[in-house]
């Protein structure tokens, strides 16, 4: 299994409201990242967790709030977005050591009404 | 055909030729780099990949070369065919670190 899997693969929600994304690896990666996309521009690194643990935060809004509640899962809890928080968000993992560089997930498409 | 990265964003090949991607990184500290392809509805895919203790490392159809003294990557894609077309980023990582910095991405299409 050499993926990573991401649900929903498209979400609008308002801006009051409560959502979360999911990814979801069983490559045995360590590594696991949160990176937001907008439209025709490159990822940009959000959240890195390293065995469990959150070891970078990009000085990403708390609007956003990241969860790993094992090695295999990555969450993304959203509360009270902006309309400019439309974007592509992609999940991404690695080996730790980034051999072979990250996997990236097909993303969640977020938009903010 | 060729690319400068930041400064021609797209690019435009007849299927066939070979293609070079141009990248210019800006950390020298930067010790690895990654190259990935990006179609359209997806995320990003690893197509290759160089240490900063080589200048040169081939794939399959394609050849990654670094030019550490210039601080330059370039992603040279041969007998270029439609399912080539994509956006391609260029990556770096700095030494010591856990993330990747990726470039502004250069669209290759593929004129058939």
């Known amino acids: 299994d050499t993926e990573v899997t991401q649900t929903p693969k498209h979400l609008v929600m308002g801006m009051t409201n409560k959502k979360s994304l999911k990814c979801e690896q069983h490559?045995?990666?360590?590594?696991m990242y949160w990176y937001k996309q907008k439209a025709k521009k490159p990822p940009e690194l959000m959240f890195v967790y390293s065995y469990e643990k959150l070891s970078i935060n990009e000085s990403v809004p708390s609007r956003f709030s990241p969860e790993c509640p094992n090695s295999s899962l990555l969450n993304l809890h959203l509360h009270a977005l902006q309309p400019e928080d439309s974007a592509l968000y992609l999940c991404?993992?690695?080996?730790?050591?980034?051999?072979?560089?990250?996997?990236f997930g097909s993303g969640t498409r977020l938009t903010v009404v | 055909g060729e690319s400068v990265g930041l400064h021609l964003p797209t690019l435009s090949v007849q299927e066939g030729d070979n293609s070079i991607i141009n990248c210019a990184y800006s950390?020298?500290?930067?010790?690895?780099f990654i190259w990935y392809k990006q179609e359209s509805g997806k995320g990003p895919q690893f197509i290759i990949d160089i240490r900063s203790n080589m200048d040169k490392r081939q794939g399959q159809r394609v050849t990654v070369l670094l030019n550490k003294t210039v601080k330059h990557l370039s992603l040279q894609i041969a007998a270029t065919q439609p399912g080539d077309s994509a956006v391609y980023f260029c990556a770096e990582m700095r030494d010591g670190a856990n993330n990747l910095f990726f470039g502004t991405g250069t669209r290759l299409t593929v004129i058939p």
């Open positions: 490559m045995g990666h360590r590594a």
């Open positions: 950390n020298s500290a930067s010790d690895y």
């Open positions: 991404a993992s690695s080996l730790g050591n980034r051999v072979g560089g990250d996997t």
